[in-house]
């Protein structure tokens, strides 16, 4: 969910389409469309490619051999863009997790080489002349790093939202949980110290975005976010445990197969966020994504559960979870507040806002003790499932 507002490419699908079959190995495109995205811009892709030389010896294929496969294109805003140590610690995060059984998309390398990701000047504005095929220098484009990966299918926790039960909730706790304690053995190859608005920790550098917020009510239930994060939860975070996180574990980068009658997960998205960050933040972003707005205290207890039977919290962690998961909340509302106001016309950032404001104010209802109450009298049915 990286990426601000001057950043984000203006590709259209006919330059899309342009970019796979000039840069992977493209032969015939059946479909192209564009899929939603906060800051970066991404676009599924099913079609036909030529195999390189590296993909053909290790699949054993034929020269010859074309794929009719799915596929996703992914152009990164430009600001991150200029950070490619962090693009490639996301791709040995995928690749770490891959090794240990998660479902991560694959990366596909260019045409003719061994490298997955391109940097190339691509329209950053709607108005710019559209043609993979040239690298206009001119005001209207910005280098921005092109990826293709693979397509993983499967619906978004943000569809299934009603069909989400507390046993589902305990489920997806259990994984993120069993993603934080894999993480503890990751060894980036670079360092991942990242410090920008999408940092919980920076929250209180977004005090000047209380201006984009409507409504008085609004702007001082914020304001008392903000204040409690300030006296409670910034002077002890130098001792909560940190590691890597993947900083976005919401609804929509989670995926969910229900073909066998059940909830499954088949895919974890979008590794664009990663960094070096407390555990407890990487805890606090899913619940505040996946916590139904309309039984706060019940679903986000199971959640916690099914987190800390593989991973559990500390004393302070879970002292701080209430504050910080409204930290959290407040984070979102403040930056799609001003990218609403600056792109009134991003339906993404609407809902995002929309919907957050909506959970903040649920979260916001209850007192910090009735909801730590509520966690540990949903601790005993965790218990019972621990060895599930």
């Known amino acids: 969910m990286s990426g601000s ?24 495109i059946s479909e ?27 699949s054993n294929f034929r020269s010859n051999d074309l794929e009719q496969e799915e596929y996703v294109l992914k152009v990164l805003n430009s600001n991150d863009s200029r950070h490619v140590d962090f693009v490639e610690a996301e791709s040995a995060a995928m690749y770490f ?3 240990r059984g998660f479902p991560c998309p694959l990366l596909y390398p260019l045409a003719g080489g061994v490298d997955t990701k391109s940097l190339i000047r691509v329209p950053a504005s709607p108005n710019a002349k559209y043609d993979a095929n040239k690298s206009p220098e001119t005001a209207e484009y910005k280098w921005c790093i092109v990826r293709l990966i693979s397509f993983l299918p499967g619906q978004t ?22 993603l934080s304690k894999a993480f503890q053995d990751f060894e980036s190859p670079v360092s991942l110290s990242k410090s920008d608005r999408w940092c919980i920790e920076n929250l209180l550098s977004l005090k000047s ?25 910034t002077p002890k975070i130098c ?13 929509t980068n989670l995926l969910f197969d229900t073909s066998c009658g059940e909830l499954r997960i088949s895919g974890l998205i979008d590794f664009g966020d990663i960094r070096w960050s407390c555990f407890l933040f990487e805890l606090a ?39 910080v998961v409204c930290a959290r909340l407040c ?56 060895s599930a």
């Open 331 to 386: 984070q979102v509302f403040l930056i799609t507040s001003e990218k609403e106001r600056e792109f009134p016309n991003n339906e993404y950032a609407k809902k995002l806002q929309t919907d957050y404001l909506r959970k903040l104010k649920a979260w916001s209802s209850n007192s910090r003790d009735e909801v730590m109450s509520m966690w540990r009298k949903v601790e005993e049915y965790g218990q019972k499932l621990y």
């Open 239 to 251: 001792l909560l445990r940190q590691g890597t996180v993947h900083s976005d574990l919401t609804e």
């Open 32 to 58: 192209i469309k564009e899929l939603e995205s906060f800051g970066d811009q991404n676009f599924y892709v099913r079609g036909h490619r030529r195999n390189t030389v590296q993909e053909q010896v290790a």
């Open 157 to 178: 926790g943000d569809s299934l939202k009603r069909k989400m039960s507390f046993e589902n909730l305990f489920m997806v706790g259990k994984f993120i949980g069993s």
């Open 209 to 233: 975005h209380v201006s984009f917020v409507k409504g008085e009510e609004n702007k001082k239930l914020v304001c008392n976010v903000l204040d409690r994060f300030a006296a409670h939860v």
């Open 5 to 28: 507002a001057y950043s984000r490419p203006f590709v259209n699908l006919e330059f899309a389409e342009q970019l796979v079959k000039k840069l992977y190995n493209f032969e015939r």
């Open 97 to 99: 997790l891959r090794e």
């Open 285 to 323: 972003t899913a619940v505040a994504s996946f916590t139904k707005e309309d039984d706060v205290l019940a679903s986000s207890g199971y959640f916690i559960d099914g987190y800390q039977a593989v991973f559990p919290l500390t004393d302070l962690e879970f002292e701080l979870l209430y504050d």
